[in-house]
């Protein structure tokens, strides 16, 4: 292991500390503000809650665990389904709800140890669900980058996709022939490549910058106030089953952080308060009006390369994360990011979202050559991608990746030839 050269509890000079804490902020600023984007919240809104999850991480983790949370990609088609049916505060609603989820989890690790979480879901059924979650969002991505619309429907458009292909060449170029930071923030180089080619192109429209002001609070949506409280059974099979997903993500990110900075966080602080401290922060995030969270490989990749692990940093990262929210100019200089420009970097990201799940099948020697494995992936594949769903009636209705998520751990637990293969490797 390299050298580090700050460790979790230090504090770097305040002027390198601004430079560090500007550079983990915006690795994550691209991917974070894009999933608002999709889903039709304010961009602001989820930069600030993005800083106060993250706050609230690092001390339920007692400043031990060097974790910036962004928005998470895999609620993505679960929140527009909701807002579709009962609109956006449906999605906040079930936001709630995952975060629920979260709390129940973390008490029964605390109480349990976390073996049992490990076997509930194993390699086998993670990773098919998260290759349903890249590839299920394939054709908004694609719609993105090459329609616009016009009246009721979306038409091709080559000009705008002139403008996707120029965002998601940049974006590559970015990942693969750079080095350092920059390799670390496709997602936002891409962006900004491609805001300025839509420039140059004249499909930009700057009305909106022009009539922002400097300083603008962010546009909250609060429970009672700005929608209804209304829980239904469907809802709650909309949002809630895709924790397996994000739960899975979230042990993962803390085995690559415990290696990068020497140290074991599934032991200490503790899986169940770092999964609480996520909670806590998707809570809040819902709460307001903010996507859920997740931790960010964007910002683990920027501490391997720096070797700067100081929570204090990452601290100082959410602080920026929550002053620009308020910056009514840049808040709407992101809002007049053309659609064909948020497509071509999402060309990229889903199908990474998709890739990563094939990685860890990989990763994790899953043989094939196993008529169990076989039939959990295909089935999971197969039912999350083709949208089926189960209807019992108006009200209550599971569908899409949440019925594939429920049914794969259904599978792992019933059918005969269950092996030890767990995220966790058994030296950890």
């Known amino acids: 292991m390299d050298e580090k050269v700050l460790d979790v509890h230090e504090k ?43 706050i609230v991480f690092i001390l339920v983790t007692r400043f031990q665990v060097p974790a910036y949370l962004g928005s998470s990609f895999a609620f993505i088609i ?11 505060g449906s999605a906040m609603i079930g936001s709630m709800f995952v975060a629920l989820v979260y709390g129940i989890i973390s008490l029964l690790i605390w109480k349990t140890g976390y073996n049992w979480i490990m076997k509930v879901l194993p390699p086998i059924v993670v990773a098919p669900v998260i290759i349903v979650i890249g590839l299920a969002l394939s054709p908004t991505a694609i719609s993105m980058a090459s329609t616009i619309q016009v009246g009721d429907e979306k038409v091709y458009n080559l000009l705008h996709f002139s403008a996707a292909l120029v965002t998601l060449a940049a974006a590559i ?15 936002l180089i891409g962006i900004i490549v491609g805001y300025i080619y839509s420039a140059f192109i004249g499909i930009l429209d700057f009305t909106k910058v022009m009539e922002a002001k400097w300083f603008e609070f962010p546009e909250m949506l609060i429970p009672g106030v700005d929608y209804d409280f209304v829980i239904t ?40 308060r770092s999964l609480l401290g996520d909670g806590l922060g998707t809570l809040i995030s819902g709460l307001v ?19 700067v692990y100081s929570v204090y940093v990452i601290l100082g990262a959410a602080v920026f994360a929550i002053a620009f929210s308020f910056l009514g100019k840049v808040m709407a200089l992101i809002a007049t990011i053309p659609t064909a420009v948020l497509g071509g970097v999402s060309i990229l990201l889903f199908g990474i979202i998709a890739s990563s799940g094939l990685r860890m099948l990989v990763d994790h020697k899953i043989d094939f050559g196993s008529q169990r494995n076989l039939v ?20 209550f209705q599971i569908e899409g990746m949440a019925l594939a998520a429920i049914i794969g751990v259904i599978l792992n637990l019933v059918l005969p030839g269950r092996t030890n293969e767990s995220l966790v490797d058994e030296k950890e």
């Open 173 to 187: 170029i970015c990942l693969m022939f750079f080095k350092g930071i920059i390799s670390l923030m496709p997602i």
């Open 289 to 307: 009006g903010g996507p859920p969270k997740t931790t960010y490989g964007e910002n683990i990749g920027v501490l391997a390369l720096t070797r």
């Open 376 to 395: 959990i992936a295909s089935v999971i594949l197969v039912i999350g991608i083709g949208g089926a769903s189960i209807e019992f009636s108006d009200t």
């Open 12 to 54: 770097p000079a305040p002027a390198r500390w601004i430079i560090l804490s500007l550079q983990h902020m915006f690795a994550m600023f691209g991917a974070t503000i894009l999933v608002p984007q999709l889903v039709g919240l304010s961009p602001a809104i989820a930069l600030l809650t993005s800083g106060i999850a993250t």
């Open 78 to 88: 679960p929140i527009q389904v909701a807002t579709q049916t009962g609109g956006i």
């Open 233 to 272: 059974p469907t809802l709650l099979f909309l949002m809630v089953p895709i924790a397996i997903v994000t739960i899975s993500e979230h042990i993962g990110h803390q085995l690559v952080l415990g290696r990068i900075v020497g140290r074991d966080y599934i032991k200490n602080p503790g899986l169940n």
